[in-house]
């Protein structure tokens, strides 16, 4: 019998640092101040290309769309309807997207999970990030369903073996804690005066490593106040909203910076007025796509400029620790996309024959109550009783037979 339960229908669009310059990959992202015109594009882009379910991720070295839609869909028109920008880009487009379908969308998913495919290879912050991602397209969103459901949950079931199995992630490293390291081989002083701008988790992280080399001096600036204050607080520094930048008066010497902005919001007037007429060579370690630094700004300032591309080189050292490590990750995640396949058919088996339970137990209450009603009258409680009994347990079995049967056929 010809296998009609084939896997079909997933796509994962991403854009990454091993297909185009870090420095780029914010051409690809949905241009959105926050979560609320973020959520409108999304079911904007969702139902312009009629797709079932959607889940989009951008981390500062990758942008992925994963989704249902079991029909074509024109690459280059997606990406234009992401960002009218992109058509300017024309030839180059194609080389910078990866485009999956099907089963190698699946495997491919795997691969980002299990840190296979990250910048810095074993580091687990992805999983973290992909769950998170999923969650709010899921939950805040409502553009995910039942196809990326299971796929997200053998994805995290798949990279958790691997990390389990392997020594992909022996001696994590991330891509905050190679800023920091070439942030430590500048020699800043402890009482550094540090400026942070944005409180996401990227700078979370990065205020672990503030803390643990015992820089106190600091201050804070992100768009909501409250996240600023949480993340001060962890360092007993100060928080400020973002417009606090253009009057704060207290020079700094290191400047981290991640946010979720699309704009480059750090001109060459708010620079200057942090600088506070200072000349020294300042240290800035930028960690945004795209970067929110006005170009001018690094142009005109000595700068000891610290940003994602310049990370690559210690990548690639720490790529040289885990290659061995690859093969056995492969070969775990290839096992794990058949096991997929497995579960993913007898989910949509089930979900064909979803009617018949309703059906039966139709049949079942109509022949209790209409049918043999005026006979049943008659009978003891208990006879009643004992024939319920004997009508919820052919119920059962009838429902079990014809979905056990569809299984098995699906085999032959």
């Known amino acids: 019998m010809l296998f009609l339960y084939m896997l079909q229908g997933y796509k994962l669009f991403t854009v990454t640092h091993r297909t185009t310059d870090v420095s780029q990959i914010g051409d690809f992202l949905i241009d959105a101040p926050d979560d609320q015109a973020l959520e ?8 312009y290309f009629g797709i079932s379910e959607l889940m989009y991720l951008n981390t500062c070295n990758r942008i992925l769309f994963f989704m249902y839609k079991p029909e074509a869909i024109d690459v280059n028109a997606f990406f234009y309807a992401v960002n009218e920008k992109l058509r300017n880009m024309s030839g180059s487009l194609n080389q910078s997207i990866e485009y999956y379908e099907d089963e190698l969308a699946i495997h491919h998913l795997y691969e980002v999970a299990s840190s296979v495919d990250s910048l810095v290879i074993g580091e687990r912050e992805i999983l973290r990030q992909l769950r998170e991602a999923y969650q709010k397209c899921k939950t805040q969103f409502c553009i995910t369903g039942d196809k990326l459901r299971i796929a997200m949950q053998m994805t995290v079931k798949s990279a958790k073996m691997v990390y389990g199995n392997t020594r992909i992630g022996e001696k994590p490293v991330s891509i905050v804690s190679l800023a920091v390291k070439k942030l430590l081989q500048t020699s800043p002083p ?25 820089f106190k001096d600091v201050a804070v600036f992100n768009r909501t106040l409250g996240k600023a204050e949480e993340l001060a607080d962890r360092l007993h520094g100060q928080a400020f909203t973002l417009d606090g930048l253009q009057t704060f008066d207290k020079g700094f010497d ?19 007025q942090l600088l506070q007429g200072e000349n020294n060579q300042k240290i800035i370690v930028d960690l945004s796509v795209p970067s929110n630094i006005d170009p001018e700004v690094l142009a005109n300032n000595d700068i000891h400029y610290i940003k994602i591309d310049s990370l690559k080189k210690l990548a690639a050292d720490n790529m040289a620790f885990r290659k061995k490590e690859i093969s056995k990750v492969k070969e775990i995640l290839a096992d794990r996309v058949v096991e997929f396949k497995e579960i993913y058919r007898q989910r949509e088996i089930e979900r064909d024959h979803s009617h018949i339970p309703t059906e039966i137990k139709a049949v079942k209450e ?47």
């Not at 290191?254 to 200057?272: E, N, P, R």
């Open 254 to 272: 290191i400047m981290i910076i991640c946010t979720g902005s699309t704009a480059k919001f750090l001109d060459q007037k708010i620079y200057a």
């Open 366 to 412: 109509k022949a209790l109550n209409v049918v043999f009603k005026k006979q049943l009258a008659n009978v003891d409680p208990d006879t009643r009783l004992l024939i319920e009994e004997m009508m919820t347990y052919m119920e059962k079995k009838c429902i079990a037979v014809p979905i056990k049967k569809a299984k098995k056929d699906q085999l032959v």
């Open 40 to 47: 409108k594009k999304l079911k904007k882009i969702k139902a």
């Open 190 to 214: 402890d009482n550094a005066r540090v400026i942070i701008i944005g409180a996401g988790q990227t700078n979370v992280l990065m205020s672990n490593f503030l803390k643990k080399y015992n």
